[in-house]
Every structure is written in structure tokens, then in C-alpha cells.
């Protein structure tokens, strides 16, 4: 075990404790136990999971994508254009922040494209830090040439916070080197996104050493 208690590492354990001291079921704070009925606990939120997306994931299936999960379409090579007005359907219905989260991060496709304005929209608005994230990957994957301009916009943008972290992965890989140098340069000084710039902008710099720009 490591210094972090199950309640900072396992969500919804908290309520399920309090549960589990209501019906008698809580015998103390023996660290067997309580590993024991944190896997329990873990099964149980493994069950309302697939509950939860189940929805989406026949409309899915119905689309001619075979999932068992949203999060089997998650950080796969190939493109699931079929998929997509699904994921958008019900990225915007309230849903579990675990469930948007995969919806979220499954929509990192060029297929997601045509859907880049509602995407923005929902990641402005997102509160839940986790899901705000995941509609940044969304951004990131989704985006083509005619996006990078507001991409950048959004990246420079303090109002969407340390989620900004992660559009700086485009600015590095997807936007043209001489377009992203000097938007990684203006994010490394800002202290929330300045570590991941500063290891951006070297990438990116040595990048155009090497084409001479």
C-alpha cells in the first residue's frame, strides 16, 4: 500500500463505506478488509459502468462498429467514421463523467471533424476536470489545417486552464512547425503550461534546426 488512502485513489468508495458501516458490514480499519471490499466495490462500479453506456454502445454496435465498450474505440490506429454522429448524440446528453470521458476520448479521430464546432462548445463549457481533458484529446485528434488557427486560440486561452496541457501535444505534432514555435514560446511562459511548452518548443525547435526552417 502506498501513502494515498482508497478514498483519494478510488471514486465513490467514500459513499460505499459509509454504506457499508450503515448495515453493519464494517469491521474496523484492518487493511485486509478493507482491500478486500475496495475490489468489491470496484466490481460493482465495473457493473454500473457498462450499465451506463449500454446505450451507446448497441446504437454503436447498430452503426457497424463491434464494441463491447466506448473505450474499446480509444487510442486505436484505425478510423471509426460510422461511429461518430453516435459519440457526438450522446457526448452531449449527462451521461457519468467516466462514460463522457470515453465518449470524449474516442472522438480523437479525423472522422470527428465535421463535428469540430459542437466539440468546442462542450469542451468551453465542461466543468469536470477529467472530461474537460478528454474533450481536449477530442480536439487534438479531430482537428485538420482549417481548425489549427482556433486550436491555437484555444491553447492560449487561460479561461480553459490546465487542460491546455494537452492541446500543446497538437501545437507539437499536428500545426506546422513555424506556425506552433511561436505559440509554444508565448505558452512556456505561463506557469500552467510552461513544463510541457518548455518540452514542446525544444522538440519543436530542433525539428526546424533539422529542415534548416
Not at 466543468?127 to 487534438?140: F, G, I, K, S
Not at 488557427?149 to 479561461?159: F, K, R, V
Request: aromatic fraction near 8%.
Amino acid at each position: 500500500m502506498n501513502g494515498h488512502s482508497f478514498e483519494d485513489r478510488v471514486p465513490g468508495w467514500p459513499e460505499y463505506l459509509e454504506q457499508l458501516k450503515a448495515t453493519g458490514r464494517w469491521k474496523g480499519d484492518d487493511p485486509a478488509i478493507r482491500e478486500l471490499l475496495v475490489r468489491e466495490w470496484r466490481a460493482l462500479a465495473d457493473e454500473q459502468y457498462a450499465s451506463d453506456e449500454a446505450p451507446i454502445v448497441a446504437e454503436v454496435q447498430a452503426a457497424g462498429v463491434a464494441i463491447k465498450s466506448v473505450w474499446d474505440m480509444v487510442s486505436r490506429k484505425e478510423s471509426f467514421p460510422g461511429a461518430m454522429p453516435v459519440l457526438c448524440k450522446h457526448l452531449k446528453l449527462d451521461y457519468p463523467p467516466k462514460v463522457r470521458e470515453g465518449i470524449a476520448r474516442a472522438m480523437s479521430d479525423g472522422a470527428a471533424r465535421p463535428y469540430w464546432d459542437e466539440l468546442v462548445r462542450l469542451y468551453k463549457r465542461e466543468t469536470d476536470e477529467n472530461v474537460r481533458d478528454a474533450l481536449a484529446v477530442a480536439l487534438c485528434g479531430a482537428a485538420g489545417p482549417e481548425q489549427f488557427d482556433e486550436l491555437i486560440s484555444l491553447s492560449l486561452d487561460p479561461a480553459n486552464g490546465k487542460s491546455r496541457v494537452v492541446l500543446i501535444w497538437a501545437l507539437e505534432r499536428r500545426i506546422p512547425v513555424q506556425q506552433a514555435e511561436p505559440v509554444l514560446a508565448t505558452l512556456e511562459k505561463d506557469p500552467t503550461t510552461k513544463v510541457q511548452a518548455e518540452a514542446s518548443l525544444k522538440f519543436v525547435r530542433a525539428k526546424m534546426a533539422r529542415k534548416g526552417r
